[in-house]
């Protein structure tokens, strides 16, 4: 399974989102420090829930990582967020 569809997934499941939005950065930074290849190196996700409404900003994204997972954020060299 590619891991844009796992990110959905597990953020979908997560925060029953009313926008999400799941970008591969990766091309833009071929050759750069954290591409490893693969072409899933880098992400940027834009995702608004009601989950996040009582929620500070670091709370907010710790909230994202932690339904992500070790395993997926593991595998993210670098993942941009836009959380509200």
Known sequence: MRLEQQIRER???AFQ???LEVRNDSARHAGH???DGSGESHW???I???AFKPMGRVER???VHKAL???LVGRIHALGLDVA
Do not use: F, Y
């Open 61 to 63: 994204h710790r909230a």
């Open 44 to 46: 940027h996700v834009r």
């Open 11 to 13: 953020l979908e499941s």
């Open 33 to 35: 420090a954290g591409d």
């Open 17 to 19: 989102p009313t926008v």
């Open 48 to 50: 608004e829930a009601d």
């Open 69 to 71: 997972g070790p395993d």
